[in-house]
């Protein structure tokens, strides 16, 4: 059995969940983290060096890094529907997949610290602008690409790309910002809607 250390409320640990409904993959899952099991303590470090959730153990094997994980994860149980095999069409997918760990994740880091953790350490009103602007130009960035699709974030079909970038969605529609009008990415949630395991894990709750 698959077991998936993290808590269900961290948008990273939610990328694991929803690809493993997305291959009727059974698993259980451990709540750790902040406001859970602490992860600095040496059990947590022996799995994960980086004190992170997720981490995953499946049979011997642990990993950790969201986006890794769910790519071993469409790798290991028959996800090619999901991962493409495909060279030019898995490096659609791996784009996103990257630009979201990397500047989208960057451009909202401030503004999420500020408005939804109300962290102290983040409350200089000029960088709260600065990272809504620059997370803002990231969304516009989603909108455009979605307008071309008309479908999915990679292409007409979901892919695993479309896990962390309809999280990373849902996350900029749960902060308390302006959020402007975006109807291709207003279209893309209702068409991901669909998905039991996108209804299950992805909004959260929220419908
Ligand atoms: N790059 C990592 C980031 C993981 C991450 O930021 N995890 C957060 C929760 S979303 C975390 O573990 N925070 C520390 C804690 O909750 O104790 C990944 O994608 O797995």
Redesign the pocket.
């Known amino acids: 059995m698959l077991h998936i250390l993290?808590?269900t409320?961290?948008?990273?640990?939610r990328?694991v969940l929803w690809t493993c409904a997305e291959l009727a993959l059974p698993f259980e899952q451990e709540d750790?983290?902040?406001?859970?099991r602490?992860?600095?303590v040496p059990e947590f470090l022996a799995l994960n060096p980086?004190?992170?959730?997720?981490v995953i153990k499946d049979g011997d094997f642990v990993l950790?890094?969201?986006?890794?994980?769910i790519r071993y994860l469409a790798g290991r149980y028959h996800g090619e529907w999901l991962y493409p095999a495909d060279p030019s069409e898995r490096a659609r997918c791996d784009q996103w997949i990257d630009w979201q760990?990397s500047e989208l994740?960057r451009s909202w880091s401030y503004a999420f610290l500020a408005l939804v953790r109300h962290s102290p350490a983040h409350q200089d009103p000029r960088q709260i602008d600065l990272s809504c602007a620059n997370w803002a130009k990231h969304m516009a960035m989603i909108e455009g690409q979605l307008e071309k699709t008309g479908a999915f974030i990679a292409g007409d079909a979901f892919s695993l790309a479309d896990i962390p970038i309809a999280l990373s969605i849902n996350r900029w529609l749960e902060t308390p910002l302006q959020h402007g009008d975006l109807p291709a990415v207003e279209a893309y949630m209702a068409r991901l809607a669909a998905r039991e395991a996108y209804r299950a894990y992805c909004r959260n709750g929220t419908p």
């Open positions: 993290g808590k409320s961290s948008i990273n640990v990328k750790w983290g902040s406001g859970f602490a992860t600095g980086n004190a992170m959730v997720p950790w890094e969201s986006n890794s994980i760990a994740n």
